[in-house]
């Protein structure tokens, strides 16, 4: 795959999307999306390109579907990322009253990706998994419960890839395979946000995938 000039790139989805970029950070944040539009100047130094971040701290899929049109099908973009779901399966462990069990992840995460083939047959989508840096056994703990949960939630992103022809960054996979031979405070304070390190390795690994 390649990019071309002045094309319109798209991030949305949580907090690790967002990363600052609606406060100090404005307006790509600190994360791996401002990495990715800096390895593209890098790689394409000849190329022009717009690049959008529009992730919210703590969104789910639900939240996406809710202001889908606003943030995403307005700006016609020819290339969509998008990363959500670890709010989703926090708000079920959690028993929160807004919870997004995995069928309600995959009514609310297919019908935006319909409405995106629909209206933008053309545009590129990469869907990125949800993903937990951490590798805790203890049947007691809460981190314990959140691995155990989240293939439910990797599989509907698999599932709907495969649907709607999208990329498929499995970083999950990515990150547990690290933890072989690292330590998980290499890639993150706690298992849910990156640190610098853990963005570098979703937005390479991105470039890597799109090449």
Partial sequence: MSFKNKQTLLFIGDSITDCGRRDADRPLGRGFVKMFS????????????????????????????????????????????IKVGINDLHRVLRNSEDQVPPELYQEAYEDILKRTKASLPKCSIILIDPFFISQETSPNSFRHDVLQLLPKYIKVVSKLSTKYQTHHLKTHVIFQRLLKTHESEVFCPEPVHPNATGHIIIAESLHKLLQ
């Fill in 38 to 81: 800096d390895l593209l100047i890098l790689r394409e130094p000849t190329k022009q390109f717009r690049v959008i971040n529009k992730g919210i701290g703590g969104d789910t899929a639900t939240g996406l579907r809710n202001r889908w049109d606003d943030d995403v099908l307005r700006h016609k973009p020819d290339w969509l990322f």
